[in-house]
C-alpha cells in the first residue's frame, strides 16, 4: 500500500544528498586557494553541514529498511501520551507546540498531520541548504579572487547566524522518535 509522504520524503532526501554532493565539490575547490579567516569558518560550517546530513539520511534509510516501516509511526514527533504535539518551524528551525487546530486535527493515535509537518519543514530546509550552497559555488565558479575579495565575508555571517542549517538539521534527527521497540515488535 503506497504510503503518502514516503515520495515527499525520499525527494527531500535525494536534495538533501544532492546539497551535500555539492558541498564536497565546494570544499575541493576552495583547497586550491588561500585560506582565509572567514573561509576556515565556512568550511568547518560546511562539514557540520555534510556531516548532519549523512547522519540524518543514514537515520531515515536505516529505518525505511524496516519491513515494517510505517511513515506515520516513524514520523509522528510527539512529546508523551496526552501531552502536546510539536512541528518544526520552518522559519526558524526550532520545535513549536501546535496550534489549537492543529491539536484538534493531530489527537492520539492521529500521527499523519504531525508526519507531514515535519516532512514539509525537512523539505523547506533541504531547499533552502539547497539553494544557499549552490549560490556559494557559483561565486566560486565565477572568480575566487571574488569570491575573497567581496563574497565571503556575508556569507559566513549568513550561514552562521541567518541560516543554521546544521542546528536546524540536529534538530530534525532529534525531532525522530526512538521507535526501535514500535519495530520489533510488529516483526
Keep these: 500500500m503506497p504510503q ?10 535525494k536534495k538533501l544528498l544532492a546539497s551535500g554532493a555539492l558541498i564536497e565539490d565546494i570544499l575541493i575547490a576552495l583547497e586550491s586557494k588561500r585560506e582565509t579567516l572567514e573561509e576556515k569558518i565556512i568550511k568547518r560550517t560546511l562539514n557540520q553541514i555534510a556531516g548532519t ?51 484538534d486535527r493531530s489527537r492520539e493515535g492521529d500521527s499523519g498531520p504531525t508526519s507531514q509537518l515535519w516532512i514539509e519543514a525537512a523539505a523547506d530546509l533541504a531547499e533552502q541548504i539547497e539553494h544557499k550552497v549552490a549560490e556559494l559555488k557559483k561565486m566560486i565558479d565565477y572568480d575566487l579572487n571574488f569570491l575573497e575579495q567581496y563574497y565571503e565575508h556575508e556569507f559566513c555571517a549568513s550561514l552562521l547566524n541567518e541560516h543554521k542549517f546544521a542546528e536546524r538539521l540536529q534538530l530534525l534527527i532529534h525531532t525522530l522518535p526512538d521507535n526501535s521497540s514500535t519495530l520489533s515488535s510488529q516483526s
Design 4 to 13: 503518502p509522504g514516503l515520495e515527499k520524503l525520499l525527494l527531500c532526501l
Design 53 to 103: 546530513i549523512g547522519a540524518l539520511v543514514r537515520e531515515l534509510h536505516l529505518r525505511l529498511s524496516e519491513r515494517t516501516f510505517d511513515i506515520d509511526s516513524i514520523l509522528s514527533i510527539k512529546l508523551g501520551k496526552g501531552e502536546p504535539r510539536v512541528t518544526i518551524s520552518t522559519s526558524t528551525g526550532k520545535l513549536m507546540p501546535t496550534g489549537s487546530g492543529a491539536s
